[in-house]
């Protein structure tokens, strides 16, 4: 009866052995809810304070900055197999040392189809498992406490626009309270934030005329306040975006 008994057990054990996954068939962290900056590309030179940025986010989304212009585009990843969609971007203009950082880091994601978690690093590889990118988590800033820049505004016809020339758009959230200037008047807003979400009360702003560009623009701005329904912020940059993910404002922390 002993022998039978320990047989059986030594046949449990073998089989459950067999079930266990070994730690190195699983599969890395979920990449979803994370954001990552840019630390190394072969063969490249990274630009000094300019940051390329990816955040993974729900659904499949994939946004950030290539270095120069916002982008958004789509993720999938099963096991330790990806693929990258970078897509529609903004159109600015940058130096040519940030446009080429920008051109490789796009290409680099559009090429990805494998990643791993490694000491906290993010490394892309491609179809041959060859490196193509490593990445560090992204720092992001407090929304409250900064002073915001507006680089971008949609006008409300779907697209989104620079602002015009030697205007400036600011804004300061502040426990509750958004204060700024509009590009001619100063305004001021009330706002409520839940996890990502944010929801921005129409504002009250002073009575002051400009000429019509700049008029037209602080209209297109505080209507697209009103529309935010999301934020995304990461270490220098503020994204508002509306229900269907339409950017309505991009701003830049002023340090």
Known sequence: MRITVGRTLATALLVASFLRPAASQQPPPTLEGTAWKLAALPGIALVGDVSSTVAFEAAGVMGGSDGCNRYRGSWTAAGKFIVLKPGASTQMACPEPVMKQAAAFTKTLAAARGYAMDA??????????????TLVP???????????????VNNGKGAVSSLVKDTAITGRFDAGSLRGSAGCNRYTATYKVNGDGITIAPAATTRKMCP?????????????????????????????????????VSFQRVD
């Not at 906290?120 to 990118?133: D, K, P, S």
């Not at 992204?138 to 971008?152: F, I, Q, R």
Request: hydrophobic content about 40%.
């Open 120 to 133: 906290g690093q993010l490394v892309l590889t491609g179809a041959n498992g060859q490196r193509l990118a």
């Open 212 to 248: 019509a560009p700049v008029m037209e623009q602080e209209r297109n701005y505080l209507a697209a306040l009103a529309r935010a329904t999301t934020r995304r912020l990461d270490e220098k940059t503020l994204e508002l975006r509306d229900a269907t993910g339409a950017l309505q």
């Open 138 to 152: 992204l720092p992001v800033a407090s929304l409250e406490g900064s002073p915001w820049e507006a680089t971008m």
